[in-house]
């Protein structure tokens, strides 16, 4: 599926990486192209049963968020980049810190480039999850699933999930706590995936940003003209130390991230490698 929207798919408490993969068959066997990345959440959640699933936070501890940032960065820095991230009850709160800490650019790596998030029976984060420092609405498009029977997350719980993002779409069903995977859901799903822009290719640097000295910007049009050449580079963002671009090259598989830094100048970029 390489070349498709990559998505960081989070699931909730009480299940696993596994699981829910499993009850997003529908969404995976649709004609939706997404590349799909499912990640266990950090805790150990024991059933009555004695079975041991996965959740977001410690029993008991549900604003302890350092394991699950530890989490969510590593997916960033050994799996993405990442298109979009998707999260189903306390996973879409999980999503909700991926979103801020993108916000917040004070990740290392850096999280960049994140273009859209879907939520499903979503619980938002608390204050001071993802990053003291984030705006208070975010600006990356959303698409939030809720309903009004749903015995877990209320409605008003979803909606002020959505409120937490600018221009969110709210899409109503019935059925209950479940990320919902009806032919009225999928087409919601698919008209908000078709408005996405795609990501631009970075023919030159923007004037302003950190990378405007003569010498900063010599050094990344070698960098372009030595990776280009079957591909593209994709710019992802920028901090204050750091440019974060993402290498496209057909018939490369997999996903890798390593780091190069010009002594002669400190600038320092992260190179992601995937495929389109």
Known sequence: MHGHPRVLCLHGRHQTAV??????????????????????????????????LRGWTPEGS???????????????????????????????RAAHVFCRLHASQTTEPPVFGLRFAIFAGG?????????????????????????ASDPVVSLATC????????????EMHEDGHV???????LDALANFLSSMPPRESVLEVPAGCMLSGEEQQEEVEALQEMLC???????????????????RRRGIFGFSLTSWISSAVQMRCCLVYSAF
């Open 19 to 52: 699981i829910f993969q499993d009850r997003l068959a529908r969404l995976r066997r649709s004609d939706i192209r997404l590349d799909l990345v499912f990640v266990d959440g950090p805790a150990e959640v024991v059933t009555d049963a004695g079975d041991v």
């Open 159 to 170: 909606t002020q999930l959505a409120e937490a993002f600018h221009g969110a779409r709210l």
């Open 229 to 247: 050449v079957d591909g593209e580079l994709v710019r992802l963002g920028e901090g204050a130390n750091s440019l974060a671009c993402a290498f």
């Open 123 to 147: 619980l938002p984060a608390k204050a001071g999850a993802g990053g003291a420092i984030c705006p208070q609405r975010l600006n990356i498009p959303s698409i939030h699933f809720a309903s």
């Open 179 to 185: 990320f919902p995977q009806k032919r009225e859901q």
């Open 62 to 92: 549900e604003d302890d968020w350092c394991l699950g940032e530890d989490v969510l960065q590593r997916a960033w820095a050994e799996l993405g980049p990442f298109d979009g991230v998707l999260g189903f009850s306390e996973g879409a």
